[in-house]
């Protein structure tokens, strides 16, 4: 018996204490004797730092130390170059954080930074990917632990041998995670213990990074993000703000807060990579596929390999018995990429999706059509069924809601005084996975409950979810159920990333609470006292079976673009998705809206324009990097279909976070081709892309 929490929809449990300003976020515990830091960043792009020059900064009064690799307390070398902060005089990418400055006052902290004088000896450098690079090469892997390449039949044999064939490459540029809140850490030593409260998407992975760095035990550092202000990935593991508060807290021995700027958000903490991808499809006059090859280039850094998988999106999505797939890297001097909201399968989707819809009309077949054609009976790759596969479902259920049946699929038939009408359909998938967790259940004196888990709530509403879990497995109302998390101190649950959380965490709340109850079964006598439970589902979730396991979605799009000016307005979205069970409407809905606003961004704005000259991406602030406001934001619908999968966990849900934004750039591509005739294949849809490649009046 359950008590109906999960599948209600609940506002955030927080909602009060953000609305009002009394959630507190990294930067805004009150700490006594408290100072602040202020970072600098690499004014060259490749080299070596000759001379510090810090007097002018220390002769400002409140600037208490000016820390950089002369002088900065000795970290240990650990698995990520990228957090050796301070340490080294060398320069691997302009804007790399190279001194930072402590001061008793924020505005001191940041004059002082300005005034500090760096000399640098500079090298020849190379920041841009091109096709070309002469240093491409084949990783060993992609991103999480995919293989680089992979090849079934004879694509080129399948490619050449079909009637019907698409050759076509599409470019996307480097993206920037923008949450509100920076990342930011405020950290205070206390008896060679580091107590840090830090805004990222996981405490147990940064406590791991900084007791590795300060060579510390676990225990001796404490993480707290009981708020986070976003993440969207970029906060997915220790990040420099961290590092640099906890050095220059243990230089100038009293807590130090630091947070980035919104310029330092653009390099230091990693980025989308750039793509350049080569799509060739063939199928037979009826659309059936024949030959799928999708070849992706992208970067990574001379720091460490970051290898996205931009093409293994398309391993599982459609059938075809001659299949290609290959990813080539080239490391640049520029910082390295990192996760952004569904690393890998949101380029990879733009791209085939796109390209799927160009065959859709080499091919005179309805894309949605073309899609259910090619919906696949078992994984193309593994041969194996999959645990539950929605997405043709989602393609009617979309097509129903959206109204696409009587769509003309000629380009440029409709329009509405000055604006062409146009619409656009693309598939969307993300992975299933599950990381193991532990948690503890707790049944207090006063019949009230507590759960303890150390998962991280970054605006999704995991902590609501969690809630809602806990009390359906307590049989219990919610209201009895208290859940704290944020906090290393708790039973470990890994980061917030992946679209694992809430299928992460309510496996182990699930279990804690079951263990609880059996406890209180087996001990009735014991109600006065408190009784605990605590699990972890390694065990359970290593021996998991392995069928191939997505969510998936349908996205549909309507645009209007102005036939004399180019603009291009979304005026309507709507997804359909096959999620499994969703936990809470509210925050589900909430979570697939931001993911498909994301889309629409990535289709329409966001571009990190970088300059080789200067080695550097010259738009790094909200002015000039442009991002989806509201009011580009018209009609935005997002629904799911009913999808009960045993395979999965416990909960039975296949997380939300990432499958919103996958496609959603290609169903609006699709339709300002529609609307326009003009097929623009390198992001950002911008007007004046639109009208040179051909005048649109
Ligand atoms: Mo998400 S990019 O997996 O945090």
Known sequence: MSTGAVGRAYPRLEGPEKVTGAARYAVEYPVDDVTYGWAVPAAVVRGRITRVDAAPALALPGVLAVLHHGN????????????????EPAVRYRGQLIAVVVATSLEAAREGARLVRIDYDAGPHSTVLTADHPGLYRPDQVNPSYPADTAEGDFDAGYAASPVRVDVTYRTPAYHNNPMEPHATTAQWRDGRLLVHDSNQGAAPVQAALAELFELPREAVRVIAEHVGGGFGGKGYAKAAVVLAALAARQVQRPVRLALTRQQLFGPVGYRTPTIQRVRLAADTDGRLTAICHDAISQTSTMREFAEQTAVYTRSMYAAPHRRTTHRLVRL???????????????????????????????????????????????????????????????????????????????????EGRWLIGTGVAGSSYPVRARAAAATATARRDGGFLVRIDATDIGTGARTALWQVAADALEVPPERVELRLGDSD?????VAGGSMGTASWSWAVIRACEALRRKLRDAPGAADEEVTAEVSTADEVRAQRTLPRYAYGAQFAE????????????????????AGRVVNPTTARSQLIGGMTMGLSMALHEEGVLDERYGDWVNHDLATYHITGCADVERIEAYWVDESDAELNPAGVKGIGEIGIVGTAAAIANAVHHATGVRVRDLPIRLDKLIALSPLA
Request: hydrophobic share 40%.
């Open 72 to 87: 900065a307390p000795r970290l240990a070398p650990g698995p990520e170059p990228d957090l050796w902060l301070l340490q």
């Open 490 to 494: 708790l039973p470990p649950a890994g």
């Open 559 to 578: 645009v209007r673009v102005d036939a004399d000016t180019g603009e291009v307005r979304v005026s309507r979205l709507l997804g359909v998705f096959a």
């Open 333 to 415: 001097d520029v910082p390295t990429p990192f996760w952004m909201r569904a690393p890998g399968e949101c380029p990879g989707a733009y791209a085939l999706e796109s390209a799927m819809d160009e065959l859709a009309i080499a091919a005179g077949v309805d894309p949605v059509e073309l899609r259910v054609r090619n919906d696949p009976a078992v994984d193309p790759e593994q041969r194996q069924p999959f645990s539950s596969r929605n997405l043709v479902a989602c393609l009617r259920e979309g097509a129903r809601r959206f109204g696409w049946t009587d769509r003309d699929p000629t380009p440029r038939s409709r329009h």
